[in-house]
């Protein structure tokens, strides 16, 4: 049924007298689509699965050198990029995003433009509870305590998001820094998996070290396809939640090729 999916505990019906009932109710909805198909299948490669077949929150090793690997999401601005990852991660069972109000066996961080490699290694000690660190600490020293906490907190599994910020050029960047701390992630038998995503900057200069860029599994987020199955499960979607909010849709054409 196209209104099943969902991420939180809302009401299966708004309350039509009430607008934040229904926004909320709207907020909650989500279509699976082919994207998340290609994301799991994507997941499956650098997450270990049982024997069932389903993914289990403990990174796949190379069985030579007990190295991770790592995946690489990559769309334009506003393509949901976020939106698919973090629902998901959120709807795997057994998978617990880590905050520092609550333990957690995968950890998100985002990266802001401003980032440098030494502010992200901080950011990311902070989100796993680790309190001030010195100033005079230099990156490859903080990138050596976040690979310690990660394991330290059970973390198998690092979301890079916005991840083309750290790799940026100009004064005060270090690309050569910021592709080696990413390696050193998957690398040894403490490594974990890595997800990063970001715009299409993030795939060419991940390709300028291929010691790193090897490392990597790569997703391309494309537009939805005017005639595509994907197109009409969308445009349906979207008539039965107007419906179910008390809105009157827009008609809505689906040209097929043919």
């Known amino acids: 049924m196209l209104l099943k999916e969902r991420t939180s505990s809302a009401s299966a019906s708004p309350d039509l007298t009430d607008l934040p009932s229904r926004l909320a109710w709207l907020d909650d909805r989500y279509l699976r689509n082919a994207r998340d198909e290609a994301f799991e299948e994507g997941l499956r490669e650098i997450i270990k699965i049982d024997a069932d077949g389903k993914i289990i ?23 949901g990029k976020s939106a698919m990852i973090r629902r998901n991660l959120a709807r795997l069972e057994g998978f617990r995003e880590r905050t520092p109000q609550s333990d957690g066996n995968y950890l998100a961080v985002n990266v802001p433009p401003e980032a440098t490699i030494k502010s992200l290694a901080t ?9 001030k660190v010195a100033s005079s600490a230099k990156a490859h020293e903080l990138w050596k305590m976040v690979r310690h906490r990660l394991i330290f907190c059970g973390i ?21 820094g910021a592709l080696q701390a990413l390696k050193k992630l998957m690398q040894e038998e403490s490594g974990v ?41 969308i445009a349906r979607f979207v008539t039965a939640c107007c419906k179910k909010i008390g809105l009157r849709p827009l008609p809505i054409r689906i040209l097929r090729n043919g």
Do not use: C, M
């Open 193 to 233: 998996a890595v997800i990063v995503s970001g715009i299409p900057k993030l795939r060419e200069l991940l390709l300028t070290d291929p010691e790193t860029s090897r490392r990597f599994k790569w997703q391309r987020l494309r537009p939805v396809g005017a005639a595509s199955d994907d197109a009409i499960n």
């Open 57 to 79: 929150p403990e990174p796949v090793r190379d069985p030579l050198t007990g190295e991770t690997k790592g995946f690489a999401v990559i769309g334009n601005s506003g393509d």
């Open 123 to 131: 950011d990311i000690l902070a989100k796993t509870g680790y309190g």
């Open 156 to 176: 198998s599994l690092l979301w890079i998001d916005e991840a083309h910020h750290l790799l940026r050029g100009g004064a005060g960047r270090d690309l050569a």
